[in-house]
């Protein structure tokens, strides 16, 4: 079943996905919670705690691209900080339907190459921001270690259970430096647990319009 444009609250689109019945962000405002879950509590947590030069971005889900968009305009205000973000993605939809959720306005040739990119390679959206997406399920791909941050952005655990297992934090866990974090808009307790038990320390933060909760981990160490 095709994928369908689903209009949120906020006034931006999401995709619908009529095949597991659910969408891609939440129908409260998928720009809203983007920016509140991995921007807010993710990119810029992260700048704010360690002052870094460089930070490495690891994505699990691609999805719409929107996450990178906003990663690539709230760095923006930094232009001394260099970003390598790696983005995974099992089910790629395609530019055409990228494009009509209309997220790029100023930075459409950026979303466009975004999407446009040679799977597995690496290219420079700017001098500062250097982009690879991997076509592959995360349980099935290696990931190179020294992780700073972790948008975790996969359906929901009902929807990809397989993606929200103690094994799947422990792989990640592996990759993530001392004092990466890890950021999701999942609040679930089993989720929680699973994190936990994969060595990270999990704080429960305020979730975006919709949702009381979401969860954030950080790899301790120096």
């Excluded at 205000?77 to 997220?103: C, D, M, Q, R, V």
């Excluded at 076509?135 to 996969?154: N, Q, R, T, V």
Aim: charged content about 20%; some cysteine; overall charge negative.
């Amino acid at each position: 079943m095709p994928l369908q444009i689903l209009a949120t609250q906020d006034g931006s689109n999401t995709l619908f996905n009529p095949e597991i019945g659910e969408p891609y962000h939440s129908t409260n405002g998928a720009i809203a919670e983007s920016n509140h879950v991995f921007i807010q509590a993710g990119l810029a947590a992260y700048i704010t705690e360690n002052s870094p030069a460089v930070i490495s971005i690891f994505e699990v889900g691609l999805g719409t691209g929107l996450n990178v968009l906003l990663t690539y305009e709230y760095m923006q205000n930094y232009k001394n900080i260099e970003i390598n973000y790696t983005a995974i993605e099992a089910f790629p939809i395609p530019l055409s339907l990228a494009i009509e959720l209309g997220y790029a306005k100023e930075t459409q040739a950026v979303f466009a190459e975004i999407h446009e990119s040679n799977w597995g390679e690496w290219i420079s959206i700017s001098p500062q921001f250097n982009f690879k997406k991997i076509h592959a399920k995360l349980e099935d791909c290696m990931i190179e270690k020294g992780i700073d941050l972790i948008y975790f952005d996969a359906f929901a655990p009902d929807k990809q259970p397989e993606l929200w297992t103690e094994e799947v934090f422990k792989k990640l866990f592996e990759i993530m430096n001392p004092k990466a974090i890890l950021t999701t808009y999942s609040a679930k307790g089993q989720v929680r647990r699973n994190m936990i038990a994969a060595g990270l320390n999990v704080e429960r933060l305020p979730g975006p319009a919709g949702k009381r909760e979401m969860l954030r981990g950080i790899k301790n160490g120096s």
